[in-house]
């Protein structure tokens, strides 16, 4: 198993790290909004409602339920990519239900889960496919509030088919950069390590199998 660790990457060493995750079947948008776009949603953020989740494997975790302009505008910066995670995942895809637009605090945490469905109650057992996450802010050392320390994205079992045919297990953690879009499978085990100081913000979307297909 090789873990990469979430010390500071250079624009060459994160290029080549997203091109390794591609590899391993991640799918990255390194720009998928601007600093102006994510440090717009973090204002709507912090002047938006705020509620706890019901789950037990967060701590220190606020949703917020930002303006219908700002779910519509970023709903529709997700329209215009759709069929690139489409071909990716190569099934039809729809939109699971709301956006969650949330923040961790300092101490806040993700427990080590997945977010494959279990539960034959669930309305959407079976469709669930892919789990994705765009980051609004920036793990690194500033004291802004576009800057937090912590609060790594880890992802595990993931697999690299080497020449010889065989496959390796894999965890990577992944820094936090404004902007960036990721999405997986909903099968990987995949964790949030605890926010240091500062804020995380982050927007969270599940994607299922289009009903049409």
Known sequence: ????????YSSASRKALYSFLGKLDIFIIPNFLS????SWLRCQMDEAEKKAPYHSIHKNLQHHCVSPEADSRVR???AEILPRIERHFGTSLAFEG??????????????????????EMCPYMGRRIAACTVYLSTEG??????????????LHDLNFRKGTGERSNYSVTLPAR????IA???????EV????????YSIVTRFIAAQDQ
Do not use: I
């Open 1 to 8: 198993m090789l873990t990469l660790r979430s010390e500071p």
């Open 35 to 38: 600093d102006k776009e994510c």
């Open 76 to 78: 529709g910066r997700f």
């Open 98 to 119: 709301a956006m969650e637009y949330s923040t961790y605090s300092r101490g806040g945490f993700l427990a080590l889960h997945s977010d494959a469905l279990r539960s």
């Open 141 to 154: 050392p500033g004291r802004s509030s576009g800057c937090h320390q912590g609060g790594s994205l880890a």
């Open 178 to 181: 404004a902007g960036l879009l």
């Open 184 to 190: 997986f499978n909903v099968k990987l085990r995949h």
């Open 193 to 200: 390590r605890p926010v240091l100081s500062g804020t995380r």
